[in-house]
């Protein structure tokens, strides 16, 4: 490890002051600290913050609270203490940061220009270091937004993350995975494909991502139900007892610049396809898979918009896949209105429970569609026999054996209970007779967002129409359901703003 010589012309003392800057290493120094007006340091200037036995890049703040800090000391948000290994009383040296090679790479492509597997190498180091600010990051993911990346340029994104972070290994010829690139509401077909090929005999160690732009993901789902923060030898216990496991991918260090990316990408309500094939196939990789199914849903308000596209990112996936030593299966599937009744964390595991269960009013489109993955994850097992795996798939739901299978899975991640109900809910009524003709699936997610969700489990939508469907003057179309006052208020009046969420004719 590198050593560093404190330098105590421009040394300060370390106070903790319990700062919690999640991706981004902060410095807090007082305006009139001799260091902040030796060096010039302003507010956000890039700091080099050195201890005996390491550095570190951090952001500024300036503090004119004097009793927050004396002139003699600075603090650091959690994680920098925790990089530098430091204590409160250390002496710590400051220095400008100068220029990080990354950043010539980054304003390479904000320009235009294509960047090589070295250049990704050195931006996924230190975005996985935290040497990059969230600004500098959002440069990053804005310069790669739309189609700004090339197929070889995805494939060195996707090399450069699966190399920063821990790999797993099963000593199995195949391990099986499944993945859906989102934009649909509800959606949640994981945790029954899951237990269905696990109950197959596949190997299938799910490892999933919280919602970056939508109102949940399967680990916001599946939180639910079970614990979810699993380290790694933890994974393995629960697959080599299970078959399969349903993680939350942020609690092991598999494409760990994966995670930091998606915090900003959150922030930035940006959803970048090269970053999100690289982000997909780096964390299959890592997690040890083989053979993974991608659903790639295609509808006017999904996250893709046409066939064409949904072909064109099925393509690029696989060629890619191929590049990382992937299988991939990509399956176009319909994506003009959500998929189940439940839209939210809570919501969404009572129609994975339905299912699994064989209630007579689970979602049917929900069912299916798991069958339908299922049986194409089965197929690539038996060596693309998709119509076997499918009918295989029916018969381990419909006997229980995929239920059976979900309950051990969970007992063995800690135990299964019972996802919460919201405290408010609102009925959202027909205005008119007619026939569902559209389902805004953006509007739906935001007004879910709106009311709470994911970050209140309970919060969401429960639907009750499909398209198609003839509805009356005053039957309910959905509800709303919250868990604050103040959420259910936001809701509501983003859907007085927004009628066409659901179009009646």
């Not at 290994?169 to 995975?177: A, C, I, L």
């Not at 229980?400 to 051990?408: H, L, S, T």
């Amino acid at each position: 490890m590198e050593h560093h010589e404190p330098n105590n012309t421009n040394a300060l003392r370390l106070r903790d002051l319990g700062i919690d800057s999640r991706n981004e290493h902060l410095v807090l120094m007082r305006r009139d600290c001799p260091v902040c007006l030796a060096e010039g340091f302003n507010a956000l200037s890039r700091v080099r913050v050195v201890s005996p036995i390491k550095s570190l890049a951090a952001s500024l703040i300036v503090v004119d609270e004097l009793g927050l800090l004396q002139q003699d000391e600075l603090a650091l948000s959690a994680g920098a203490i925790q990089f530098l290994n430091a204590a409160e009383g250390d002496l710590l040296t400051l220095s400008h940061l100068g220029d990080l090679a990354s950043m010539s790479d980054i304003r390479r492509k904000i320009f235009g220009g294509t960047l090589d597997e070295d250049s990704f190498r050195r931006i996924v180091a230190d975005v996985t270091n935290l040497s990059l600010s969230n600004v500098q990051l959002s440069a990053f993911i804005t310069a790669c937004a739309a189609d700004r990346m090339s197929t070889d340029e995805i494939v060195f994104l996707t090399r450069s993350m699966i190399g920063v972070g821990d790999r797993l290994n099963w000593d199995k010829p195949d391990v099986f995975d499944k993945h859906s690139v989102g934009g649909l509401p509800g959606n949640r077909t994981t945790p029954i494909v899951v237990a269905i090929a696990a109950a197959a005999g596949l190997t299938i160690p799910k490892t999933s991502s919280r919602a970056i732009t939508s109102p949940a993901g399967t680990a916001d789902t599946m939180e639910t139900l079970t614990n979810v923060d699993l380290g790694i030898d933890e994974i393995r216990k629960v697959v080599e007892r299970e078959g399969g496991c349903l993680a939350w991918g942020g609690a092991v260090k598999l494409s760990p610049a994966d995670d930091i990316l998606v915090r900003v990408q959150r922030a930035l309500d940006i959803d970048s396809e090269g970053q999100m094939i690289a982000s997909v196939l780096s964390k299959k990789a890592a997690a040890g898979s083989t053979s993974v199914v991608i659903d790639i849903p295609v509808g006017p308000t999904a996250k893709v918009r046409s066939r064409e596209a949904g072909e064109s990112l099925a393509e690029v996936m696989g060629a890619v896949g191929r590049e990382v030593g992937l299988n991939i299966d990509a399956v176009i599937t319909d994506g003009s209105q959500p998929v189940g009744r439940g839209i939210g964390p809570a919501l969404e595991a009572r129609d994975v429970l339905a299912v699994l269960k064989n209630e007579a009013d689970a979602p049917e489109d929900l069912a299916e569609k798991s069958l339908m993955l299922a049986g194409r994850l089965i197929g690539m097992a038996r060596n693309g026999d998709a119509g076997s795996g499918y009918a295989a798939a029916r018969g381990i739901l419909k006997s229980g054996a995929a239920w059976e299978k979900f309950v051990r899975i969970c007992e063995a991640q800690g135990g299964l209970k019972q996802p919460p109900t919201a405290h408010h809910r609102f009925e959202v009524k027909a205005d008119r007779r007619g026939t569902v003709v559209s389902i805004n699936n953006r509007k739906l997610s935001r007004t879910a967002k709106l009311s709470g969700a994911p970050g209140s489990r309970a919060a969401g939508i429960l639907l009750n129409i499909k398209l198609d469907d003839p509805v009356q003057a005053g039957d309910t179309l959905f509800e709303v359901h919250a868990e604050a006052d103040g959420e259910l208020a936001y809701s509501l009046e983003y859907l007085k703003e927004n009628t066409d969420v659901v179009e009646i004719k």
